[in-house]
């Protein structure tokens, strides 16, 4: 029973698939670029004119001028068989040869009576052939035989009289219309030149576009670009405005937050001094241990963000050498008696923050250093991005926990963390700065039967 849901999902099938066709297309055969894209708005467009053009002319003026030539020395021919059959001549038949030769261009011969050569094949794309048979066949209306193979200057045209056979040469471009190479070299020719200038008009154009990502981009990585300047057309110029004042605006924003955050610093500083002098002078007593703690971890704390908020604004872009940063967790491992090991894929030395991230990396090494007993670092450097895998055999995260602890002051009470204190911390900061450099931290399973630690930042 056929319903009207069933139609309805029929119906869609057709839909479903073209869309799917044109995502593909988009995809595998479409260029992505704009810079390409633009120079294809402009190429197609002309490429299907010139055809055009090009066809109307092959059939209207091309084939029309070729009929009309080869009509013409039709005639001449015909005109010729009715002088030697009309007329009687001498016998060399030179009066009517040096007429032909002077008067219609055409150089004749009268041969002995016989048989016509067999036909020669004739080329695929010749318009002369079948045009000048068609005109033989209607004007003359006898057997005939004609060459128009190769490259030669010449036209090759027999024809069978009733005891004789005519055979004549003419000049090619007398029956043929030889010049339409030229225009088709002159509309190739204007068409790459307009292609050129195309092409330098639309490199200039999308130019700042490409500055502007640029930009954007290393401002995403947390790098200075103090040269750019909006250029271009208007709308371009109002992006890189726009881009600008964005800017400005979260440079604002991170310093008077870093501004906030040291003020804040500097009075906790002055109430946790006094507090640890009150209770030095106090003495050492059981029952002020637990509150001695929680000063220890309130400064740990503020030291770790202000730490961290500091580097994310002073530090410059630096070059940075993955076997260095990665030998000094293989020392700490070993003097932890830990069992770490590592391996690099592509350039050792990358531009990043220093500071910033060896932070990032020695934050994860720890975590697992304190949670696990063997630790796997694999470091992927190629031309677009950086890849750094963290695999351990510790105990994991939950898989439903797994992004609550890249939240602010969020600590596991039977898992893993990575401050030693218990700040809840350190992978906030190791995922600010990872998403500073325009990358991110990403965690999974790993398969040594622990956690998986992923940094990826552009390269």
Request: charged share 25%.
């Amino acid at each position: 029973m056929v319903t009207f849901d069933s139609l309805r999902r029929e119906d869609r099938w057709p839909v479903s698939g073209w869309k799917s066709f044109a995502r593909w297309l988009r995809r595998r055969v479409l260029p992505t670029g704009i810079y390409t894209r633009s120079l294809l708005i402009i190429i197609i467009p002309m490429v299907l004119l010139q055809s055009v053009v090009a066809a109307v002319f092959m059939e209207r003026h091309w084939q029309m001028v070729t009929q009309r030539l080869s009509s013409a020395v039709t005639r001449d021919i015909a005109a010729i068989i009715q002088i030697i059959e009309t007329y009687p001549q001498d016998a060399d038949y030179s009066q009517i040869t040096r007429i032909a030769d002077n008067e219609l261009n055409l150089q004749i011969s009268i041969e002995p009576d016989g048989d016509l050569p067999p036909p020669r094949q004739k080329p695929f794309f010749s318009i002369l052939d079948g045009i000048l048979s068609d005109e033989i066949s209607d004007q003359i209306k006898r057997p005939f035989w004609i060459d128009t193979v190769g490259d030669s200057s010449l036209v090759e045209i027999r024809i069978k009289l009733d005891n004789k056979i005519l055979r004549v040469l003419t000049k090619r471009n007398q029956t043929y219309a030889s010049n339409t190479h030229i225009f088709i070299v002159w509309m190739v020719g204007a068409s790459l030149v307009l292609i050129g200038v195309s092409i330098l008009f639309l490199r200039g154009q999308i130019r700042p576009i490409q500055m502007l990502a640029r930009a954007a981009e290393s401002f995403g990585k947390g790098q200075k670009l103090d040269d750019f300047h909006p250029r271009g057309a208007d709308e371009v110029r109002r992006a890189g405005l726009a881009f600008i004042l964005m800017r400005e605006r979260i440079e604002r924003q991170i310093e008077q937050r870093t501004a906030m955050l040291t003020g804040v610093s500097h009075d906790l500083r002055t109430v946790l001094t006094r507090f640890k002098l009150q209770l030095a002078l106090a003495g050492s007593s059981p029952e002020l241990q637990g509150l001695s703690d929680d000063v220890n971890d309130m400064q740990s704390m503020l030291e770790a963000y202000m730490a961290f908020a500091r580097s994310e604004i002073e530090e410059d872009v630096g070059e940075l050498r993955l076997t260095e940063l990665l030998g000094k967790i293989e020392a700490d491992f070993a003097l932890h008696e830990r069992k770490f090991s590592y391996s690099i894929e592509g350039g050792d030395e990358i531009l990043v923050r220093p500071n910033a991230f060896t932070r990032l990396v020695a934050n994860l090494a720890s975590n697992a250093r304190r949670y696990a007993n063997t630790l796997r670092i694999e470091a992927k450097h190629n031309a677009k991005w950086l890849t750094l895998n963290f695999d351990d055999d510790g105990p994991g995260i939950p898989e439903k926990s797994r992004e609550d602890v890249f939240k602010p002051f969020f600590r596991l009470d039977e898992a893993r963390n990575l401050d030693d204190s218990g700040t809840g911390l350190g992978l906030a900061i190791a995922r600010d700065i990872a998403r500073s450099h325009g990358g991110n931290v990403i965690l999974g399973d790993s398969p040594l039967g622990g956690l998986r630690a992923t940094i990826r930042v552009p390269a």
